[in-house]
């Protein structure tokens, strides 16, 4: 099958999963109910502020008051590094079952999504999801998320830059459950990285191919920062709200194609940085190695320091 084709298709499967996300989020924001099985039985106002609703289980509330506290803080930082106000005002569900949660993502390793379209957010309040810098990273790559899609036109905007986008402001994988994998993730983007044309709408949904979606991502974003600057993402972004496509926007504002920069970012990320990642995968095997030719030195020299003075060793 063509892959034109293939990546259509699904664009519309994650399109259509979205929009249940959104039903079912709308459903729990206008009744108070959820309309799947085994889900929360009731979803209690938690927060209604000034620019924010927040809703969730009442055993959410602590969480949910401290998003309130420090939506004010994000939206400020993502308004700084973005160059752009959040006209939004965000209805945010906290969700502490699973189960529930993962009818509304179709997949276990979602642990937020957002849904600019309706100025939704839905989190995923795991044990480790809810410790408190974790919780205010997720929440801050959602609130991009609306930010981004508030400004620019979802079909000029790439997946990988707007997950990209999202990572470097918020410094987290957001929505992905990362956990363990992630160094091997690293090593795979220098040794068999993902064309980007196959990440413009969809990523992979099995865990590793996500895990280096969103790795390629960020990184291809990190490396325009470190050559052009904020504010050359920022004049970017800007252009694509003006409803430049992507290839014209790059030409205009860095003076390359993306081929060209695809093909630079690939030459940084398989040079040093490959070294970089290989010592920080093996560390600890580096320090094992280094440890036990240590000790296998030490008695070498014990060995030859009794072969030498044999009286010297009999007195002691």
Not at 28 to 53: D, K, M, R, Y
Not at 61 to 75: A, C, D, N, S
Not at 239 to 246: A, I, K, N
Not at 257 to 285: I, M, N, Q
Request: proline content about 5%; some cysteine.
């Amino acid at each position: 099958m063509d892959r034109a084709v293939l990546e259509r298709i699904g664009c519309l499967w994650e399109e259509a999963l979205r929009r249940i996300g959104a039903a079912f989020f709308t459903v729990v924001l206008v009744t108070g109910q959820s309309g799947f099985a085994h889900a929360q039985p009731q979803a209690h106002l938690l927060l209604e502020e000034p620019g924010i609703t927040i809703l969730g289980d009442g055993a959410w509330e602590k969480e949910g008051r401290y998003l309130g506290e420090v939506f004010p803080g994000i939206v400020g930082e993502l308004e700084e590094a973005l160059g752009w106000k959040l006209h939004t005002q965000p209805r945010v569900l906290l969700v502490g079952r699973k189960e529930t949660f993962e009818q509304m993502t179709d997949n276990p390793l979602v642990s937020a999504f957002a849904v600019p379209s309706e100025g939704l957010i839905a989190l995923h309040l795991s044990p480790a999801g809810s410790q408190r810098p974790i919780l205010r990273e997720t929440f801050s790559h959602e609130l991009c998320h609306l930010l981004l899609h508030e400004n620019i036109r979802e079909d000029l905007l790439p997946k990988w830059l707007d997950e990209g986008i999202c990572q470097w402001v918020s410094g987290s994988l957001g929505e992905v459950l990362a956990g363990e994998g992630i160094e091997t993730t690293a090593m795979d983007m220098v040794r068999s990285p993902i064309p980007f044309h196959g990440l413009h709408r969809v990523f992979p949904r099995d865990r590793h191919g996500m895990l280096l979606a969103y790795a390629q991502s960020r990184s291809v974003v990190e490396y325009l920062n470190s050559r052009f600057g904020k504010e050359g993402i920022q004049v970017l972004l800007r252009e694509l709200r003006e409803g430049r496509p992507l290839d014209q926007a790059l030409q205009t504002v860095f003076g390359l194609p993306w081929e060209e920069l695809e093909k630079e970012w690939l030459r940084t990320v398989t040079g040093s940085r490959a070294w970089f990642l290989w010592l920080s995968g093996h560390l600890y095997d580096l320090l094992f190695f280094t440890a036990a030719i240590l000790s296998v030195l030490a008695f070498l020299r014990t060995w030859l320091r009794k072969r030498k003075f044999p009286e010297a060793e009999e007195e002691d």
